[in-house]
Every structure is written in structure tokens, then in C-alpha cells.
């Protein structure tokens, strides 16, 4: 595996898309255009809401993303499932970072409460996860909290998000 750091860039992002990062066979993030980040810009096993760990990343918005032109035409926004799988990614990469091994898979989330949106005229979106707990057992599971600003801006929350490694 590769050397724990506290942040990460696009190029490490995508190594961790082509299975370079954390080994063969375990977590890795989607690659591009389905990868709802850029970078990750904090990831720790402290901190967070919880006191149990969490992980920031941010999103730079360009008008010429490709979800814009198709929601919607004449009135582009982001869709806000591209949001909750921005916080289910940064899950599964925070549990491939502790050194857990297997493959990440979303698996639920609890409410998700959306209070704004992302428009072409955003420029920065920014994702943060919060560890309520983490299972490192036969069974690897990341439970918490995440949150989407659009611009410093709340626009959405999401509870109980939970995501698995498989063998």
C-alpha cells in the first residue's frame, strides 16, 4: 500500500481509479467522468463531528461538465445523487486509506435533506464526511455524516451514510 498521507491530488485520485493505490482487489475511487471530486484536502482517523475520523474534499465546477448540458437543458443544476455518491466515494477511499482490504460498495444512507444547489456559476464545491464509527472486523464498515457546499454554502446533508468492503 501506499504511503498514508493527510491529503491527496487528482493524479493520486486517479491512481486510486486504476487499483494503484491501495493494492489490487481493494478500495478504489471511479474514474473520471463518474470521480465527484478532485482532491482530497484533509483525511484523518481523528477529528470530525464524532471524534472518530473524517475527510475533505473539494470539486472545481466548470460549465462544461458533462452533467450539465442533460439537467437540465435551459436550466443546468448538478444532480444531487452526483453529490451523496461524491460523500459515498470519500467513504470508501477514507476505508481503503485506514488499510482495510476489499472491494467498497455503497450499501444505504438515511435522509438526505438537499437546501440549495450547484449551478454552472459555482465555482468550488466542497465534501466533508464525518465518522460516526468504523467496523474494521470480518465485517469492514464506515458509518457517518456528510455534508455539500456549494460556494462556503450548505446546500445539502445526508445521514447515516454507510459503505462496505468486500473480499
Known sequence: MAEQKSSY?????????????????????????????????????DGGEHGKGHIRAEFDIREDLWFFPCHFQGDPVMPGCLGLDALWQMTGFYLGWLGEPGKGRAISTGEVKFTGQITPATTLVEYGVDFRR???????LGIANGWVKADGETVFNAQDLRVALFQ
Open 134 to 140: 468504523v467496523m474494521r472486523g470480518k465485517l469492514v
Open 9 to 45: 491530488d487528482y493524479e493520486d485520485l486517479l491512481a486510486c481509479g486504476r487499483g494503484e493505490l491501495f493494492g489490487p482487489g481493494n478500495a478504489q475511487l471511479p474514474l473520471p467522468p463518474m470521480l465527484m471530486f478532485d482532491r482530497v484536502t484533509e483525511i484523518s482517523e
